[in-house]
């Protein structure tokens, strides 16, 4: 049985799907030495084989995974006895590198297993089924993207994360709360609230992974997100400083100078006026 499904090139976001399939490969089938340009995750279903990256092989069978990383060399090939099948999902997008951390996976641990249930089994299935969608199957494939990584973060062996990735983790979970809540009036004392810790401890944090305070970090975010919005001519000012968390136009006019050098009615101008 093989089954494929592709899909168009991915837009810049958090996470798009670039493929996903099942396979019962035949014996000593293989792929690599080679590359890929985006993450691939493979669920071994049933039978054995290998994974080789870097001068690292791991043998593998029935509920273990292999994680393949953009750019990195890898050759995997079935058992020449007991071949395996497997499904996998390939991805990629600008938190993918992040949530797979979240995971327990990167280059350096690129192997997981996962024996719990037949949710990644079933998740991958129902991948496959969506082709007989016609209108919400891209959609569809998305949720169950993410319904696939959350449930490998969810069930991460927490002693595969060490400290340090545990002070990443909480500075990603800080960004991420102001990438969702930024258009509305924030703290950093929320933000610290939100993710449990001391707002000292987490102006520590910034500073050592981002080289910038938190307060620095949500106001960069407002005056980047407030660039893309300028593009709209359809947009005031008044309503751009709205959408990104200011209730002052004026307040949002002066900070946007600060950070960018020009007021935000000329930036504008310059940057996005009709030729």
Same mark, same amino acid.
């Given at each position: 049985?093989?089954? &494929?499904?592709?899909?168009?090139?991915?837009?810049?976001?958090?996470?798009?799907?670039?493929?996903?399939?099942?396979?019962?490969? $035949?014996?000593?089938?293989?792929?690599?030495?080679?590359?890929?340009?985006?993450?691939?995750?493979?669920?071994?279903?049933? =039978?054995?084989?290998?994974?080789?990256?870097?001068?690292?092989?791991?043998?593998?069978?029935?509920?273990?995974?292999?994680?393949?990383?953009? =750019?990195?060399?890898? #050759? #995997?090939?079935?058992?020449?006895?007991?071949?395996?099948? #497997?499904?996998?999902?390939?991805?990629?997008?600008?938190?993918?590198?992040?949530?797979? &951390?979240?995971?327990?996976?990167?280059?350096?641990?690129?192997?997981?297993?996962?024996?719990?249930?037949?949710?990644?089994?079933?998740?991958?299935?129902?991948?496959?089924?969506? $082709?007989?969608?016609? $209108?919400?199957?891209?959609?569809?494939?998305?949720?169950?993207? /993410?319904?696939?990584?959350?449930?490998?973060?969810?069930?991460?062996?927490?002693?595969?994360?060490?400290?340090?990735?545990?002070?990443?983790?909480?500075?990603?979970?800080?960004?991420?709360?102001?990438?969702?809540?930024?258009?509305?009036? !924030?703290? !950093?004392?929320?933000?610290?609230?939100?993710?449990?810790?001391?707002?000292?401890?987490? #102006?520590?944090?910034?500073?050592?992974?981002?080289?910038?305070?938190?307060?620095?970090?949500? !106001?960069?975010?407002?005056?980047?997100?407030?660039?893309?919005?300028?593009?709209?001519?359809?947009?005031?000012?008044?309503?751009?400083?709205?959408?990104?968390? /200011?209730?002052?136009?004026?307040?949002?006019?002066?900070?946007?100078?600060?950070?960018?050098?020009?007021?935000?009615?000329? /930036?504008?101008?310059?940057?996005?006026?009709?030729?």
């Amino acid at each position: 049985m093989l089954e &494929k499904m592709y899909f168009n090139e991915p837009r810049h976001a958090d996470m798009n799907m670039y493929r996903c399939g099942i396979e019962d490969c $035949k014996s000593g089938h293989s792929w690599g030495p080679a590359v890929r340009d985006h993450y691939i995750i493979h669920y071994v279903l049933g =039978g054995k084989g290998s994974f080789t990256v870097g001068n690292t092989s791991y043998e593998l069978s029935g509920n273990d995974g292999f994680l393949i990383c953009p =750019g990195t060399i890898v #050759y #995997y090939q079935a058992d020449s006895t007991e071949p395996w099948s #497997y499904g996998w999902v390939g991805f990629n997008g600008l938190k993918a590198a992040a949530y797979l &951390k979240q995971a327990g996976l990167d280059a350096q641990n690129p192997v997981f297993r996962y024996e719990k249930d037949g949710f990644l089994r079933d998740c991958l299935m129902r991948m496959i089924d969506t $082709k007989q969608l016609t $209108k919400g199957k891209e959609i569809m494939l998305l949720g169950l993207l /993410y319904e696939f990584v959350s449930q490998l973060v969810e069930t991460a062996d927490n002693k595969l994360l060490g400290k340090n990735n545990s002070k990443e983790a909480y500075v990603r979970k800080a960004m991420d709360y102001i990438s969702m809540n930024y258009s509305r009036k !924030i703290t !950093i004392a929320e933000i610290a609230r939100h993710i449990g810790l001391d707002r000292s401890y987490l #102006y520590s944090l910034f500073q050592e992974f981002l080289n910038v305070s938190p307060q620095d970090y949500l !106001i960069s975010f407002r005056m980047e997100r407030a660039c893309e919005l300028m593009q709209s001519a359809s947009l005031s000012i008044g309503s751009i400083a709205c959408s990104v968390g /200011y209730e002052d136009p004026l307040l949002f006019s002066k900070v946007f100078k600060k950070f960018k050098g020009l007021p935000p009615s000329e /930036y504008k101008r310059v940057h996005f006026s009709a030729s």
